[in-house]
């Protein structure tokens, strides 16, 4: 789990498709679905932290840019 393209891959592989015309939101989603997959033991510790940890750069990244 390297970048946002692996993570949607991921949550595709498991039917879930988000889209919701605003980036924060498709964020906030993905962060709650990746969250019930870990919890109903689909995807491992490992991958959940990686994952979370690309969630929360690209959110950083996206703060960051509507900010300037």
């Known amino acids: 789990m390297?970048?946002?393209y692996?993570?949607?891959q991921l949550l595709k592989r498991y039917?879930?498709?988000i889209y919701?015309?605003?980036r924060m939101s498709d964020l906030q989603l993905m962060e709650i679905e990746v969250a019930?997959?870990?919890?109903n033991q689909l995807i491992t510790s490992e991958?959940?932290?990686?994952?979370?940890r690309v969630l929360h750069k690209e959110l950083s990244n996206y703060k960051r840019r509507i900010n300037r």
Do not use: C, S
């Not at 019930?36 to 919890?39: A, D, G, I, R, V």
């Not at 991958?47 to 979370?52: A, G, L, Q, R």
């Open 2 to 4: 390297n970048n946002m």
């Open 6 to 8: 692996d993570v949607q």
């Open 15 to 17: 039917g879930i498709i």
């Open 20 to 22: 919701t015309g605003k």
């Open 36 to 39: 019930e997959l870990f919890k």
């Open 47 to 52: 991958e959940y932290i990686k994952i979370k």
